[in-house]
């Protein structure tokens, strides 16, 4: 028996070592690492950058960047607008190649020199401007990169592609019919279809640049609860976001860029959100919103009475007073910026009537409200305010130099002479009234656009997320503006997504809930939770329920 | 050098220098009525390329317009019927591109490649297969062919037309326009009422092209002028002006249409010389100049413009 | 919901296109006075046709892209000038065709690869294009033509089967094969996705490049087989005059069909159907005895109004989708 048992002993040794060794032959799925070195893995770092440098015509976005990340791990990237965040995320997808400094893939020296690949040995993105093609199919979009299952004479089998792209969304927890055309989808749609494309290419570091920016809160969570998923199985996750909240929800780890360098990096439990703002700005900045709630407001400037467009918003009625920020909360999608866009005469209301001082209000385009007096500022700057490679003067000018015409033709110096008093009172940070506006920074960009309207002198302003990308610094110069618009009697509609700064900036604030006013939050109503109870379309229940 | 150069093209060679400046005179005079509607249409076509359009109809409008006005009857009376109604007739074609483009929505270059072929169709059934020439006996007419007159029409366009459009805001609206369009319509800016001008403003070219080409040619018929628009591109994008719209200028438009005019003026100089040594006609080769001449200048244009970026 | 590879816009216009031909055959029929065969109009659209649509259909692929060639009309004389040399020279049928064929597939690739490696809009290069190749056409013909008096005759009819007799089967051969790529291959749906999005194709790891060089090798096998046809059913080939504006002819079709000319939607079987339609159009001008002046006029009338038509009860849509 004994002799037996050694026996036993030296068989099941043997087993378990022909086990680990036919182990160390299998690939672990999602990781890519084969097993044994699954098994005695030391953490080393999966991607390490070292000195990595790069300038765009003699400016220099990244300096002598150190940067590890290992499998595993969720690292926050924050950092003002300019501060190189893209140009990183650039370098480490392959779009552009660093011009110093050593980029270590698993080990070793790796130079990507195309987002090929990059996607080739790993490292899937999902950029902040979504690149889809909008005519073809979900499927194809989700599978173009891939070889496509084949049937006879190498022709596509479309079923199983197809049934392909479902399983993919599916293991998402997504069903989108996936022979729909991708333009067809809602912004959420398209946002979770560029998630769940690259969360599907078995990457072994996912980064992801804003990728919440039109996505709803339980939307927010189900992303997070899949990232954390994939945290588990080993791969390594870059996570940019504004959105403070959500980096110390999600992350591990902490980096935070400004003027191109790394200043800090430390775990996400060490820190709060005042020392990341601290660091990202380089001073102690107060959230403090410069806006002081009054009581008296002068005439309604604007009026709206059951204002209504299919499919846009409907039964829509308030009104704006001269010296009054009211704003406009709600959810993406909830029919706020198209309501501006109807009040600035770009779509007609189907029914229903507008008030512009008192008096009847129905523009048939633009150009009636500019010279009425009413100003939109719209929420994508680069695709709807700007022409990239126009000059900052241009681009200023265009707002008001109309007014200085004379028989058609601008007055130069007198132009010139206001285009520089906008530079100066609007702190826009630029070499000359010269430079192409597409070079300047985010935060200068919006100012720019604020100067262009504001030096008319309007009297009713829709601002539609002004501060949206826009770096801390910039944003409270802008906030500061808003203030000084209303201190001057003028009527302030603001839109915004970010919470706070709806709140803290205005005096009344409507909440939208698909497509029409759910709520008017006034006085001690007006808090983060009301907000959003409304802009679900919950607050009068929850209300009902409280008395 | 610049005698060097000249020589070389017109296949002439001087004695003196006294001679040289009365050819070199008279060789201007010639190039410049010459390359008066060419002028002309390059000037509204470097509005319309910044506007990130094209008009492929030129060609087909100044034919079109000295059709039309070749249908009256010849002597004085052609000079209230004809040219008056000919400057009516130039606008109207070219708002219906305008028309077509900015309030139907369709593409320019889809747009103005039907309103070429509908056009040069009209030609047809206005004329027929006739070559008429009722501009010989219009008194004084045939000063618009001279140097003096053509000069005077493209002088007045350009200088007037430079000057208002360098200090206009109408510039920067057309501009905004051409480099983003959304943005133009956010920014207040009337997109659709700016299109259709700068498309009528067109056949208003269109109209003074035709005069000059009547006058100096003195008859038409319904194939003139076939494949003038390809000059008059080539000649705005060696100007520099970029065919994505939102930038251009007129000045490197002249130059670019007198680049086109001495090349064209040169190979007709040099005909006698290239067929006694050459195995083709060397005014063949002018279509191979201007096929890598546009190349050439569009390939600078965005070399010289990528450094910015 | 289940959704074909077409959008509803294109289905349609294919719907449109298909009805409106009927109607046109339709009316051609009527019209048809005695002595004329209804069989016989039907036979002559091989040869009359074939070129529009196999040009049209290497075209789609390139309009696909977002680029265009303007230069087909060009290529095609200087196909017909090989050719013409060719057998001036004595050499067999074979030869001829199969040069012609090379010259065009090699010219096509030669506007892909400018466009790739200058990085200049393929409609420039393509302009240039079609005057230098015209330009190159006449004087090759000058060069190696003793006597050159501005056309090439070619007499034996061995040289004019694939323009005369085989047309049709060479259009239904050509016609099958391109719809059934289109619907079971991978290239076009990478054709479409270049035309709608460079960025998106470069950051998702194909090559622009490739994709818009491919859709020039296609579409230079197609010209090649449209040059064939046109230069082999003339007896006369002239370099100034050949295939003039044929470029608009075929952009036309492409349009008709439904294809956007910005890329990144469209269908080969539109372009097809929009090619008769035109053919049938300016036949019924024909056989209704139209003064043959207005029938140009008529044509650019058509392409105008159809696809102001189209653009315009597209255009609120449009509007809105470029504002949000």
Known sequence: MTRSFGHQLQRSILFLASAIFLCSFRKIPSTGLRGLRYFCAVPVPLLKLDAVEKSFAGVQALKLIQLEIAAGEILGLIGENGAGKSTLINILSGVHAPDGGVIAWQQQSVKFNSPHDALAAGIATIHQELAFFGHLSVAENMLLGEPWPRRCWRGVNW?????????????????????????????????????????????RLLILD?????????????????????????????????????????????????DGELVATYPTAEADVNRMVRDMVGRPLDQVYPHKRRGAFGSPLLELKAATRA????????????????????????????????????????????????????????????????????????????????????????????????????????????????????????????????????????????????????????????????????????????????????????????????????????????????TELRGDDMTQENVILAASGLYQEAKGTDR | ????????????????????????????????????????????????????????????????????????????????????????????????????????????????????????????????????????????????????????????????????????????????????????????????????????????????????????????????????????????????????????????????????????????????????????????????LLGALLVTGVWLNTRMERPAK | MKQGPYSRFLVQRLVFLFVGNLLLLLAIRLLLRAGGSFADVLKRCGPDVAPVILAGLGMTGIIFTGAIDLSIGSVIVVAGTVFGILVQSGFGPPVCFGASLIASWSLSMLNGLLVRSLKIPAIIITLAGLTFYRGAALILAEISIPNFGGNISIPDEAFHSPGKLYAGRILFVALA????????AKTPRRWLALGSSEEACRLLGLAPGRILQSAFFASGIFLGLAALIFVTRVQYIEPARLALSFEL????????????????????????????????????????????????????????????????????????????
């Open chain 1, 210 to 258: 804003e990728p919440t920016a039109s996505l709803s809160e339980s939307e927010v969570e189900r992303l997070f609860a899949h990232l954390q998923r994939l945290r588990h199985a080993g791969v390594a996750i870059l996570y940019v976001s504004h959105r403070l909240d959500e980096i110390v929800k999600l992350t591990d780890r902490v980096a935070v860029l400004r």
């Open chain 3, 249 to 324: 002819q075929v952009i036309g079709a492409v349009v008709l069909g439904g294809t956007n000319i910005f890329g990144g939607e469209g269908s080969f079987a539109g372009t097809a159907l929009g090619a008769f339609f035109l053919y049938f159009t300016s036949q019924v001008l024909t056989y209704a005895e139209v003064n043959p002046y207005f029938q140009e006029a008529v044509t650019g009338a058509i392409i105008i109004g159809v696809i102001g038509l189209d653009c315009a009860l597209h255009r609120r849509r449009k509007l809105l989708e470029e504002l949000a």
């Open chain 2, 1 to 288: 050098m610049e005698i060097a150069f000249f020589t070389m093209i017109s296949g002439t060679s001087f004695q003196s220098a006294g001679e040289f400046s009365n050819y070199f005179k008279s060789y201007f005079g010639d190039l410049l009525a010459q390359s008066a509607p060419v002028l002309l249409l390059a000037f509204g076509m470097t509005l319309v390329l910044m506007t990130a359009g094209i008009d492929l109809s030129v060609g087909s409008q100044v034919a079109l317009v000295a059709c039309v006005m070749a249908s009256f009857r010849s002597g004085p009376t052609f000079w209230w019927t004809a040219v008056p109604l000919g400057l009516v007739f130039a606008l109207v074609i070219g708002l219906v591109n305008g028309v077509l483009i900015a309030r139907l929505d369709i593409p320019p270059i889809i747009a103005t490649l039907g309103t070429m072929i509908f056009y040069r169709g009209l030609c047809f059934v206005v004329m027929g297969d006739l070559e008429k020439s009722p501009f010989i006996d219009v008194p004084g007419y045939e000063w618009f062919g001279k140097f003096l007159g053509a000069t005077l029409v493209v002088g007045v366009v350009f200088v007037l037309g430079a000057l208002f459009f360098q200090y206009s805001r109408w510039r920067r609206e057309v501009l905004m326009l051409g480099g983003n369009r959304v943005a133009a319509r956010y920014a207040g800016i009337p997109v659709t009422r700016r299109l259709c001008e700068v498309y009528a403003l067109m056949g208003l070219l269109a109209f003074f092209a035709a005069l000059c080409f009547t006058a100096r040619n003195s008859s038409v018929s319904a194939s003139s002028l076939t494949g003038l628009e390809l000059q008059v591109i080539v000649a705005v994008v060696l100007g520099g002006t970029r065919v994505q719209g939102g930038g251009g200028s007129l000045v490197g438009t002249f130059f670019g249409v007198v680049i086109i005019a001495v090349m064209d003026e040169g190979l007709r100089g040099a005909a006698v010389w290239g067929d006694q040594h050459l195995p083709f006609k060397i005014s063949h080769l002018q279509y191979l």
């Open chain 1, 311 to 518: 499919g846009m918003f409907r039964d829509i009625s308030f009104s704006v007073r001269g010296g009054e920020i009211v704003g406009l909360a709600g959810l993406v999608g909830a029919g706020r910026s198209e309501l501006a866009r109807a009040v600035y005469g770009l779509y007609s209301l189907d029914s229903g009537e507008m008030r512009l001082n008192g008096k009847p209000w129905s523009p048939r385009n633009s150009h009636q409200s500019v010279t009425s007096g009413l100003v939109y500022i719209p929420e994508e700057r680069k695709r709807q305010g700007l022409v990239l490679d126009h000059s900052v003067g241009a681009s200023i000018s265009i707002g008001f130099s109309d007014l200085l015409t004379r028989w058609g033709l601008v007055p130069h110096a007198a132009e010139t002479r206001r285009v520089e008093r906008a530079l100066e009172s609007f702190a826009i940070r630029t070499t000359g009234p010269a430079q192409a506006v597409g070079t300047l920074s985010g935060g200068n960009q919006q100012k720019t656009i604020l100067a262009r309207w504001l030096d008319r002198y309007p009297q009713i302003i829709i601002l539609d997320e002004p501060t949206r990308g826009v770096d801390v610094g910039a944003k409270t110069e802008i906030h500061a503006l808003i203030d000084r618009l209303a201190g001057e009697g003028r009527a302030v509609l603001l839109i915004s997504s970010d919470l706070p700064e709806v709140l803290g900036m205005s005096d009344r604030l409507l909440v939208m809930h698909r497509g029409s006013i759910s």
């Open chain 3, 177 to 184: 094969a391109a719809l059934l790529w289109e619907a079971f």
């Open chain 1, 159 to 203: 079923n199983q592609l197809h049934a392909e792209a479902e399983r993919r969304l599916a293991h998402f927890e997504l069903s989108i019919p996936t022979r729909r055309f991708f333009n067809e989808l809602s912004s959420a749609q398209k946002q979770e279809v560029a998630i769940a494309r690259a969360l599907s290419r078995q990457a």
